[in-house]
Each structure stands twice: as structure tokens, then as C-alpha cells.
T-cell receptor, first 114, second 116 residues
Framework: AQSVTQLGSHVSVSEGALVLLRCNYS??????LFWYVQYPNQGLQLLLK??????LVKGINGFEAEFKKSETSFHLTKPSAHMSDAAEYFC????????????FGAGTRLFVKA | DTEVTQTPKHLVMGMTNKKSLKCEQH?????MYWYKQKAKKPPELMFV???????INESVPSRFSPECPNSSLLNLHLHALQPEDSALYLC???????????????FGPGTRLTVL
């Protein structure tokens, strides 16, 4: 069965500092991988996804993530944090064999200090 | 149009009330989803409709009744809810779930439900 682990329920960075949010998955076959962001009292918005091809994926708002098969990881990074990045971030996977179920990680709350 | 809309934004209801949540998308997506999200938790899947047929029911209590009148609309009918049902209810849609489709889901803004 697939699972997703996000290391750290809370991450705090200073404005302008590097953002690193960690995600590891467990699956016998590498799944499709997603990062979603959720601002307070809003729905989830897709930041980026890895489906096939280049393992470094660029998303919206300056975020990027790298798929590392050997480490079963899909960590999210941004070189310079902005106050507006403060939100909840969810890593998610869906199986390549098809199916409706997307497995979400527990989420990481990002705090950005001025 | 790449938007999923949900109405109402907020809903307060008593335990004996009947109410409905509505979700709409015009992206031509054939799969639509209801999720329940409690504070500080990830979304939990409740129901999935594929081509207007109920495909997944994650053992949701019968006080929640989904309906998919057409490929663009999804409703969630609520009756005799409990206070613990208070949560953010999210609707989502995707192209489908065939192998090779990566099931990217587009989420609506949610309905904040409070049951008194």
C-alpha cells in the first residue's frame, strides 16, 4: 500500500531564507507526486507535480521539487521565503496504475518570520 | 475556466436540519470528489463520482447523501448531522482515473460547516 510521510508538522524560516519541506513516499512503483498548498480557510491549490521525465520540477510561486527515486523522496524547496508563503503544504501521491484515491501526507505548516 | 466553485461558503445548521452543499465545474472533468477536512488535518476522501456514477463511498454515514445530477454538478445532502461533522467540506474534480492519467485534482474553496 502507498503512504506519504512529511517530516516536520511545523517549519519556521525567516523571510528571505531557504524553504525546505520534506516528503517521502512508500510504493513498490514510483507514483505520481504532487505538492499542494492551502491558505487559511481556502481549498487546496496545486503547486507542482511530477509525472514523468525531468526529475526537477518547477511550480508556481518560485517553488520547485526534485524526485529522487533512490531516496523515495520529493522534497519541496524555494530559495527565498516570502511572508505570503505562510500556509499549509501537503505532499500527495496517486498510483500510476490508475484509480481515484490520492494519498495525502499529514501536512507541514510553514511559518515565515519577518 | 479552470475553477471549481462551491456554495455556500459558510453554513450553520442544527442537528435536525436538512441542507445541501453544491459544487460546480466546467472543465469537462468526468471525476468529482467530496472530501472532509478537520482543522490541521489533510483532506479525507468521502465520495467519488465517475461519469456521474458513484464509484467510491468511503464508508460515510448515511446522514451524508451525495448526488451527481450531471457531469458538471455535484451535491452533498446533509440530514441529522452531529456536532462532530463540523468541518471544511471540499469538492474537487479531475479528468478521470484511468491508468496513465495522473489524477491531478482541482479543488474548490470549500464550505465551512458548523453543526450546533
Amino acid at each position: 500500500a502507498q503512504s506519504v510521510t512529511q517530516l516536520g508538522s511545523h517549519v519556521s524560516v525567516s523571510e528571505g531564507a531557504l524553504v525546505l519541506l520534506r516528503c517521502n513516499y512508500s510504493s513498490s512503483v514510483p507514483p505520481y507526486l504532487f505538492w499542494y498548498v492551502q491558505y487559511p480557510n481556502q481549498g487546496l491549490q496545486l503547486l507542482l507535480k511530477y509525472t514523468t521525465g525531468a526529475t526537477l520540477v518547477k511550480g508556481i510561486n518560485g517553488f520547485e521539487a526534485e524526485f529522487k527515486k533512490s531516496e523515495t523522496s520529493f522534497h519541496l524547496t524555494k530559495p527565498s521565503a516570502h511572508m505570503s508563503d505562510a500556509a499549509e503544504y501537503f505532499c500527495a501521491v496517486s498510483p500510476r496504475a490508475g484509480g481515484f484515491k490520492t494519498i495525502f501526507g499529514a501536512g507541514t505548516r510553514l511559518f515565515v518570520k519577518a | 475556466d479552470t475553477e471549481v466553485t462551491q456554495t455556500p461558503k459558510h453554513l450553520v445548521m442544527g442537528m435536525t436540519n436538512k441542507k445541501s452543499l453544491k459544487c460546480e465545474q466546467h472543465m469537462g472533468h468526468r471525476a468529482m470528489y467530496w472530501y472532509k477536512q478537520k482543522a490541521k488535518k489533510p483532506p479525507e476522501l468521502m465520495f467519488v463520482y465517475s461519469y456521474e456514477k458513484l464509484s467510491i463511498n468511503e464508508s460515510v454515514p448515511s446522514r451524508f447523501s451525495p448526488e451527481c445530477p450531471n457531469s458538471s454538478l455535484l451535491n452533498l445532502h446533509l440530514h441529522a448531522l452531529q456536532p462532530e461533522d463540523s468541518a471544511l467540506y471540499l469538492c474537487a474534480s479531475s479528468l478521470g482515473a484511468l491508468a496513465g492519467l495522473y489524477n491531478e485534482q482541482f479543488f474548490g474553496p470549500g464550505t465551512r460547516l458548523t453543526v450546533l
